[in-house]
């Protein structure tokens, strides 16, 4: 939605580090989310943070969070062909609000 | 298992005939949501209800209507449906509508095409 946008696609080789970012609009957003949607698949949460939290990691994960900029990365690291996916990024504010997403591709 | 469940999963239906889309939880969750995925555009809200019997718009509800008769339930109805609704459609529930995580579990999608 206009609310929360991303960058469309991102192509990265396997093992380098993926960063997928994210910018959104309500500066009442409580938290903010990164969803995986495999293909043929619904969407499934990968993480989550806190609006009063500047990074979260958990194992390959990396979220950072710049709530001055609204600006919201997921960073994956040694990236795996399992990690081919649309990545959609969410706030929750007045309401749950999801970006385009964004299609990632690793190559060998 | 905790889950999320739509039917059907594929549906090629003409213009004008009455559809329904099922979704059923069995996480005793109290907010349900309806979503369409359209390529460019992200997920967009359709409805959502906060409970039994109380149910909004979301940002694009022309053309739907859902029912909220049991918490478990919560169907898509397209009474007259029109070619500008085909798209790939996601319910999902969670246990608050805000506050600690939030988390929404979505059920596979229905692929809904309208001729």
């Known amino acids: 939605g206009e609310d929360v946008e991303q960058s469309l696609f991102l192509s990265v080789r396997e093992g380098d580090s993926s960063v997928i970012n994210c910018t959104y609009t309500d500066s009442s957003s409580t938290y903010l989310y990164w969803y995986k949607q495999e293909p043929g698949a619904g969407l499934q949460l990968l993480t989550y943070i806190f609006s009063n939290m500047d990074m979260k990691q958990d194992q390959r994960l990396t979220v950072l969070l710049n709530k001055k900029d609204k600006h919201l990365s997921l960073r994956i690291a040694d990236t795996q062909t399992g990690d081919s996916a649309i990545y959609f990024c969410a706030e929750r504010g007045a309401k749950l609000s999801f970006g385009a997403g964004t299609t990632v591709t690793v190559r060998a | 298992e905790a889950q999320v469940t739509q039917n059907p999963r594929y549906l090629i239906t003409v213009t004008g005939k009455k559809l329904t889309v099922t979704c059923s939880q069995n996480m005793n969750h109290e907010y349900m949501s309806w979503y369409r995925q359209d390529p460019g555009l992200g997920l967009r809200q359709i409805y959502y209800?906060?409970?039994?019997?109380?149910?909004d718009k979301g940002d694009v509800p022309e053309g739907y209507k859902v029912s909220r008769k049991e918490k478990r339930n919560f169907p898509l109805i397209l009474e007259s449906p029109s070619p500008n609704q085909t798209s790939l459609y996601f319910c999902?529930?969670?246990?608050?509508?805000?506050?600690?995580?939030?988390?929404?579990?979505f059920g596979p999608g229905t692929r809904l095409t309208v001729l």
């Open positions: 999902a529930s969670s246990l608050f509508s805000s506050g600690s995580g939030g988390e929404q579990f």
């Open positions: 209800s906060m409970n039994v019997e109380v149910t």
